[in-house]
């Protein structure tokens, strides 16, 4: 993936495809999280597969994208639906042309959110201790902040923001109890992955929300902090 879904930290993608290249590898990258949040351009990666998807940039849901390098080599795919020939053979069916058309209008409005990021971390690190940034800070999407607070289990926190949409990992492994696999490949104790919360920020989020959750945050870290016989 050209940047991972729940710690943010963004791949040297281009690297690996003139890597891969040099070996005559094919490479795809799923650029799905990236899009929409960092400069992208499908030809600067060097690679010759990429896969987008609208919803992850306010676009409609159930639309994306497969960019296919056309020479040097040219890609070839087995088509997903046979039947009437459509999209060069490779897609047969009436194209959701609205879809399309909101994927575009999304990727043309796409916008960042570094400020608003950089404002909750630095709220929440002043003056709480035990934080952990996850992942590296300068490679990273521009709306992710994923921390650990030791001492403390991310569900427990997840339950006192009871107003805050916050995650103790990927959406995609919501239902599995085990520390996050991410977390750990980063070197991460148990006790640690589980002390970890992620916040996503988006382009209707506000300084005065952000200022909200900082404070709401640290009130919650040092009442459970105070509780803990630990």
Known sequence: MT???EIGVLQ????LGQLARRHGVLLHTDATQAIGKVPFNAADLDVDLVSLSA???YGPKGVGALCLRRRRPKIAIDPVINGGGHERGLRSGTLNVPAIVGFGRAAEEADRTHALRDRLWAGLSDGLDGLRINGSMERR???NLNVSVSGLDGETL???LDDVAVSSGSACTSENPEPSHVLSALGLSDQLSRASIRFGLGRWNTPDEVDYVVEKVRRLVVRLRDMSPV
């Open 158 to 160: 997840l339950v006192g």
């Open 3 to 5: 940047a991972n879904n």
């Open 55 to 57: 919803h992850k940039f």
């Open 12 to 15: 040297p993608v281009a690297e």
């Open 141 to 143: 999407l521009p709306h």
